[in-house]
C-alpha cells in the first residue's frame, strides 16, 4: 500500500488550500483516515481524523477553518483548510488505517510529507 500526497504551496493569511491523499495498493478497506502536521521545531500533531463510519474530529486551532472529507471510489481523503494563518505553516501528513483483506489487521500507513506555508 501506498499513500500519495498532494497539494500544499504557498498561500496568503486568509488563503485555502485543499491537500489530497491517495492510497493505491493492495486495499480492502479504510478504517480510517487522519491528517498530522509538523511545524518547524514542534512536535508532529494529529489535525483531523475521519473513521469508516463519518466521525470526524479535528484540532481546537483548526475547527471550523479545516474540513477532512473522503471519496470512497479513489480511496482518497482530502483536507479542505480555509482562512489559513501563518501558525499553519507546516508539513501535512497523511495516514491511512487499512486492512488489505477481510478478516486481517488494519495497519496504519503514511504518506509523504506536503508543505504547507502561509505567508504574505
Known amino acids: 500500500v501506498q499513500l500519495q500526497a498532494s497539494g500544499g504551496g504557498l498561500v496568503q493569511p486568509g488563503g485555502s488550500l485543499t491537500l489530497s491523499c491517495a492510497a493505491s495498493?493492495?486495499?480492502?478497506?479504510?478504517?480510517?483516515m487522519y491528517w498530522h502536521r509538523q511545524a518547524p521545531g514542534k512536535q508532529r500533531e494529529l489535525v483531523a481524523t475521519?473513521?469508516?463510519?463519518?466521525?470526524?474530529d479535528y484540532r481546537d486551532p483548526v475547527k471550523a477553518r479545516f474540513t477532512i472529507s473522503r471519496d470512497n471510489a479513489k480511496n482518497t481523503t482530502y483536507l479542505q483548510m480555509n482562512n489559513l494563518q501563518p501558525e499553519d505553516t507546516a508539513v501535512y501528513y497523511c495516514n491511512q488505517r487499512i486492512s488489505s483483506a477481510y478478516g486481517k489487521v488494519a495497519y496504519d500507513y503514511w504518506g509523504n510529507g506536503t508543505l504547507v506555508t502561509v505567508s504574505s
Open positions: 475521519l473513521t469508516k463510519g463519518g466521525y470526524t
Open positions: 495498493g493492495n486495499i480492502f478497506s479504510i478504517d480510517a
